[in-house]
């Protein structure tokens, strides 16, 4: 119990500055998001946890790192599209009747929702980030290569649009586009959160 106590004061004595530092740092958050009221539409919530805080109108940026060029880019709407890698495909984690047949597509009214919820759309995502060219350029690298040892290899199959994230090797088989936060999404997400 001794050797913990001389430890911990040992630690603290040594790292002291950066100690007082968070403190400090802890200190002006906390006034920074007492300055900001929670129903502004001007501010973005920037984290959660008891150390979170809104940044002002002019601090929203969303810079990405690219994981195939390693390049950082602000998204913006006439920027440079970024994508996440992401796992699209058939769910039955919601349905209560797993053996009914899908619905006829003749009757089947889309505006109408079943509460068996037999069967729907689950989409996964590792969340690695990268330039929209880059990812065209890795997935064509993919395609050109030998289908046959590519799938002998990594067990995702090519010819039907799946590839592993470079990053992670997570199974993918398709993009999502990252969208700009925007007056309107603030005021989309203040609204429900409202609610």
């Given at each position: 119990?001794?050797?913990?106590?001389?430890?911990?004061?040992?630690?603290?004595?040594?790292?002291?500055?950066?100690?007082?530092?968070?403190?400090?740092?802890?200190?002006?958050?906390?006034?920074?998001?007492?300055?900001?009221?929670?129903?502004?539409?001007?501010?973005?919530?920037?984290?959660?946890?008891?150390?979170?805080?809104?940044?002002?109108?002019?601090?929203?940026?969303?810079?990405?790192?690219?994981?195939?060029?390693?390049?950082?880019?602000?998204?913006?709407?006439?920027?440079?599209?970024?994508?996440?890698?992401?796992?699209?495909?058939?769910?039955?984690v919601m349905s209560k009747n797993r053996k009914r047949p899908p619905h006829?597509?003749?009757?089947?009214?889309?505006?109408?929702?079943?509460?068996?919820?037999?069967?729907?759309?689950?989409?996964?995502?590792?969340?690695?980030?990268?330039?929209?060219?880059?990812?065209?350029?890795?997935?064509?690298?993919?395609?050109?290569?030998?289908?046959?040892?590519?799938?002998?290899?990594?067990?995702?199959?090519?010819v039907n649009g799946e590839y592993l994230?470079?990053?992670?090797?997570?199974?993918?088989?398709?993009?999502?586009?990252?969208?700009?936060?925007?007056?309107?999404?603030?005021?989309?997400?203040?609204?429900?959160?409202?609610?």
């Amino acid at each position: 119990m001794t050797q913990t106590l001389q430890s911990q004061s040992h630690f603290i004595n040594k790292y002291i500055d950066l100690l007082t530092q968070d403190s400090e740092d802890l200190d002006a958050s906390a006034s920074t998001s007492a300055e900001h009221s929670p129903s502004s539409c001007d501010s973005a919530l920037v984290c959660v946890g008891p150390r979170r805080w809104r940044a002002r109108g002019g601090e929203r940026r969303q810079m990405e790192m690219c994981i195939l060029c390693h390049e950082a880019q602000e998204i913006l709407p006439d920027g440079t599209a970024m994508v996440l890698a992401a796992f699209v495909q058939r769910s039955t984690v919601m349905s209560k009747n797993r053996k009914r047949p899908p619905h006829n597509p003749e009757s089947y009214d889309p505006l109408f929702m079943h509460p068996d919820l037999s069967f729907g759309t689950h989409t996964g995502s590792c969340g690695h980030i990268m330039h929209s060219l880059c990812w065209q350029r890795y997935f064509e690298t993919l395609q050109s290569q030998d289908a046959q040892w590519l799938h002998e290899q990594t067990s995702c199959d090519v010819v039907n649009g799946e590839y592993l994230c470079p990053l992670c090797k997570c199974r993918s088989n398709t993009v999502i586009p990252l969208l700009p936060l925007t007056e309107t999404t603030c005021r989309y997400s203040h609204t429900n959160l409202c609610l």
